[in-house]
């Protein structure tokens, strides 16, 4: 599985490629806010950290579009795919989002499809070419639906007509999302950095290493 970084916060970017387990980054406009950025700097910059990264090759950067409309979609989606050659067009699930995907898997620009609640968002988006669906786990846990169903529900799907559009796994917000969408066949995860540093803590990894040093330190008096 693949492992994408949700955030805009280069210093965070930057970390998690330098841990080596860095394949793409996702963004998007509440995440841009946060930072109080120039969208396009801020994305030229994204693309230049992630350009070797864990794959070797330059890691897919997601960049939303803020128009909701098809027109508005297409002017601000080319807009950002000339910023990097690894820059992924994301659009939102609607109608006017499904249209701009054609539009762009026309134009061999790849998209990301956001905001993706229910699998025949999903069967649509892959139909229009879509090269990565973004199904959000944990808003849908917030209105006590059962996240991981719409994942285990659109890998089924797309297996069952061999349908190439990767699964994201998005709104990912602790450890066991995580390790849940991998088991269920997410192509690729999106995790904020907190959780990518939570999932190297253990309790037995810190007590175990305290107790080496201290037994090593206690024989040889060093
Ligand atoms: O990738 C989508 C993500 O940023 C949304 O996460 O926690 O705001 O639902 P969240």
């Given at each position: 599985m693949d492992l994408y970084i949700d955030t805009a916060n280069l210093d965070e970017i930057k970390q998690a490629a330098d841990m080596g387990v860095l394949d793409g980054v996702t963004t998007n406009p509440s995440l841009i806010a946060k930072e109080g950025v120039d969208y396009s700097t801020r994305l030229a910059e994204i693309c230049k950290v992630v350009e070797g990264c864990a794959t070797g090759a330059p890691g897919p950067v997601s960049a939303e579009v803020i128009a909701t409309d098809y027109e508005g979609m297409i002017k601000e989606g080319r807009r950002h795919a000339t910023?990097?050659?690894?820059i992924v067009v994301k659009l939102p699930c609607t109608l006017d989002g499904l249209k701009a995907c054609k539009t762009f898997s026309d134009e061999n620009v790849p998209t990301n499809l956001t905001l993706?609640?229910?699998?025949l968002q999903a069967l649509m988006v892959a139909k229009a070419g879509a090269f990565l669906v973004s199904p959000f786990i944990g808003r849908l846990d917030d209105i006590a639906q059962d996240g991981m169903e719409l994942i285990a529900g659109i890998r089924q799907i797309y297996d069952n007509f061999g349908l190439p559009t990767k699964i994201l796994a998005a709104s990912i917000r602790h450890p066991l999302h995580f390790v849940q969408c991998a088991l269920a066949g997410a192509d690729v995860a999106t995790v904020p950095f907190k959780v990518i540093r939570q999932v190297m803590q253990h309790p037995l990894t810190e007590s175990g290493l305290e107790k080496f040093v201290a037994d090593y330190n206690k024989a040889f008096g060093t």
């Open positions: 910023i990097a050659g690894n993706c609640f229910q699998p």
